[in-house]
């Protein structure tokens, strides 16, 4: 029975008050200050830039292009390593950078209303910085090994500058950088297209974010305005995550909430790891790096892992989701685990996996919505606002300059609409949960009758043949006698080709196999009754097939039977070439096929604990000793004279007598025919070319005229020397010349052998 358990549900009111209060404090916390007189701002990007490698105490006043080392940086990111092409190294990489400005007043003589700041976008990973020879900041952290003990590398660092360092005329501004080198390195000469995807640098080293270097006196609120406004988002973030945390906690059954939850804290955790806030929390900035990484990692397969269980319920998900989660957690663990200087490997390598990801993700929702699953529609728009609200951000930045960001408020929608969603869903289910318990209660019962004897009886087919409407109703010794065809095949010497493979190997084949034949048995209204290593064993119902899909109405089972027969030995042949070379095991493969059509018991057989279904008679018998001998006359199907006098279609096929035979165990003598529509059209045309020669030569063979046969099958012989029917006569009609049979001669061949 199911739980009723209330959960609080976050109101919606709320959410779209604090939503309109954010985007009200955002809009009016971008006023800034009037900027002071006699002093004009540095963009500090639009200045000429220099490095060396190394550093000396001389560099702290600045260096000279004569320096070993020496390169002048064209334009910004500065990222130090890519700049020198540094090597694979576990050595600390050491570089000193400058540019220079020109005041036209003496700084001195100024009085500055506003302190002057030094607004630095990005720097990493242990540097100092110099002014005129002057530290303003130090933050190298080294051990007696000279090993980075801690990392310091920060966004949006703002440095106080003391106005009294600087001077009229030149001024230098120098930035002493220490960081890892490359941890891993494919040869740019050898692989120009994939070095630069494929062999990740430490990109924290030096000045890698394309964003705000400034020296000036203005300070621009917006930007503690934004971090509030981040770290206000991130906690709502947070909350909607442990809100349904707490609803997983009370309603186990529905994983969505698990995995909406986690993903929630996830983002904002990763958020957070991208802002200045948590600076104030984690000094070393090592943890900072693993834990943006790590959590960036999960975000599409919890997202992914939240689709299908909200959409497909607790089904196993499909390989690709499988795929894409175990991926990331390797990712994830390899971000926290692994030796610093091979972290960007892990960054890189979800960079490269991120795209398909996003693709999937896309053809998810797609065929959601094409589905029509409950709230797909709404959730794919809700998807569509925050991509075209961040495009828009992005064609903003590159070409308005507005300086309004809406992602951050789009993405906030886009967790409210979510969690609506979802609390509207446990609201329903909530509802259903009572009318469940009492419609639950009645079916109890006959829901546990019916799934006992589900499992009890197979194949499903035969409840039509035994007259039956449910499984509930078949019993033990059930039986009906009904006219079919019986279809009997397996692959020719399987043992000898099993005894190359694994046992693993063995099952992958056979049941690879086996899913490719039953297809096109129930193609043509028939059913498989026993699977029986690498053979099958397959029934074609004589009545009336009624509303076929397949358009098979007036066809008899016989043709259904000869029709499925083609079919699978064409299939055969594709499969040939689909796995060709594969192991060696499949190339070459052949199957036997025997079709006998008359009567046959169906029925259960077993005891009162464990079923199962069985065929009985001659017809099952013969089929089974048809499907034996093709490979004595290596022929692909065989048919006895009884499925040909029921073929409809026999004028459209190609067909030929080969034998009269009386195989073991049997007193009376069948007609065989082989069916070649489905040789190759080479090996087709010989034996439609020979089919007079054979049929005149079995005609005299069987009223004893052997030499008049004999010279039928040499004629025959001639055309197609490989036909192994003409060989097998020409053989009895030399040793019927020689010594003549003894008796009532009729033409048939007895067989001692199965």
């Not at 890892?180 to 974010?209: K, R, W």
Request: glycine share 6%.
């Amino acid at each position: 029975m199911l739980q009723n358990q209330k959960i609080p549900t976050l109101p919606f009111r709320t959410l779209v008050f604090i939503s309109f209060f954010l985007f009200s404090f955002f809009s009016l916390g971008s006023q800034e200050e009037e900027p002071i007189l006699g002093w004009k701002d540095l963009d500090l990007k639009r200045l000429e830039w220099e490095s060396v490698q190394g550093f000396k105490p001389s560099f702290k006043s600045g260096f000279e292009s004569t320096e070993p080392g020496y390169v002048k940086i064209e334009k910004f990111p500065i990222v130090l390593n890519q700049i020198y092409k540094t090597p694979v190294s576990d050595k600390v990489q050491e570089f000193t950078i400058q540019t220079k400005f020109n005041l036209s007043f003496d700084p001195k003589a100024k009085v500055f209303l506003n302190p002057i700041r030094l607004y630095l976008n990005f720097i990493g990973e242990n540097w100092e910085i110099y002014l005129n020879g002057n530290l303003l900041q130090k933050e190298i952290h080294l051990d007696s090994n000279g090993k980075m003990q801690i990392r310091k590398t920060l966004r949006d660092l703002d440095v106080q500058v003391d106005s009294s360092l600087l001077q009229a005329g030149e001024n230098r501004l120098v930035f002493h950088m220490l960081g890892d080198a490359p941890a891993v390195h494919l040869s740019e000469e050898e692989y120009p297209v994939l070095s630069p995807i494929f062999t990740p640098t430490n990109v924290d080293l030096g000045f890698y974010l394309d964003g705000d270097y400034t020296l000036g006196v203005e300070y621009d609120f917006s930007k503690k305005i934004g971090i509030l406004i981040n770290l206000s988002l991130n906690t709502i973030y947070i909350f909607f995550g442990l809100y349904h945390l707490l609803i997983f906690s009370k309603r186990r059954t529905d994983k969505y909430n698990l995995y909406f939850g986690i993903f929630s804290i996830s983002m904002a955790v990763y958020s957070l790891s991208r802002s200045t806030i948590i600076f104030d929390f984690i000094q070393d900035s090592t943890w900072i790096t693993r834990i943006e990484y790590g959590s960036v990692s999960l975000l599409a397969p919890l997202f992914l892992l939240f689709l299908h269980d909200y959409f497909y319920g607790s089904t196993l998900p499909n390989k690709a989701i499988l795929g894409i989660t175990g991926w990331s957690f390797i990712i994830f663990f390899f971000s926290f685990l692994a030796p610093f200087q091979y972290l960007m490997i892990s960054l890189r390598a979800w960079q490269i996996s991120i795209l398909p990801s996003l693709i999937y993700l896309l053809y998810f929702m797609g065929k959601a919505v094409y589905l029509r699953k409950k709230d797909a529609s709404l959730m794919a728009i809700s998807m569509f606002i925050i991509v075209f609200i961040s495009g828009y951000d992005v064609l903003d930045s590159m070409f308005f300059q507005s300086g309004i960001r809406f992602t951050q408020f789009a993405y906030l929608l886009f967790v409210i609409s979510l969690t609506t969603i979802l609390a509207n869903r446990f609201i329903d289910l909530y509802k259903q949960s009572e009318e469940l318990n009492i419609e639950l209660s009645h079916q109890k019962l006959e829901l546990a009758r019916q799934k006992n004897a589900f499992f009890r009886f197979v194949p499903m087919q035969f409840l039509s043949v035994l007259g039956k409407d449910s499984a509930v109703d078949v019993n033990l010794g059930d039986s009906a006698l009904r006219e079919m065809s019986v279809l009997f095949t397996d692959i020719r010497s399987f043992t000898t080709i099993s005894e190359k493979m694994t046992p693993e190997e063995n099952f992958r084949f056979i049941n690879g196999y086996l899913a490719k034949m039953e297809p096109l048995i129930q193609k043509y209204e028939g059913f498989v009754d026993k699977f029986m290593g690498d053979a099958i064993l397959a029934l074609f119902s004589a009545e009336r097939v009624i509303h076929s899909e397949n358009n098979w109405e007036g066809k008899s089972a016989a043709d259904r039977a000869v029709l499925a027969a083609i079919d699978m030995r064409r299939r055969v042949r594709e499969l040939e070439e689909e796995v060709k070379g594969l192991h060696g095991h499949v190339k070459g493969v052949r199957i036997g096929i025997g079709i006998n059509t008359g009567n046959l018991m169906l029925g259960t057989v077993g005891s009162s604990h464990r079923l199962d279904t069985t065929v009985i008679g001659d017809t099952v018998n013969v089929a089974s000793r048809l499907e034996s001998l093709t490979n004595l006359y290596k022929a692909d199907i065989l048919i006895t004279q009884n499925t040909l006098s029921s073929l409809t279609i026999a004028d459209d096929l190609a067909i030929r007598e080969v034998d009269s035979v009386v195989v073991k165990g049997k007193s009376q003598a069948i007609i065989i025919y082989e069916i070649y529509e489905s040789d190759d059209p080479h090996i087709r045309k010989l034996k439609d070319a020979t089919l007079p020669l054979i049929s005149r030569g079995i005609i005299l063979y069987k009223v004893g005229n052997f030499k008049e046969a004999l010279q039928n099958f040499e004629q025959a012989l001639k055309v197609y020397p490989e036909d192994i029917v003409a060989i097998l006569y020409r053989k009895r009609c030399q040793e019927y010349i020689e010594s003549p049979p003894v008796g009532n001669w009729v033409g048939v061949q007895h067989l001692l052998e199965k």
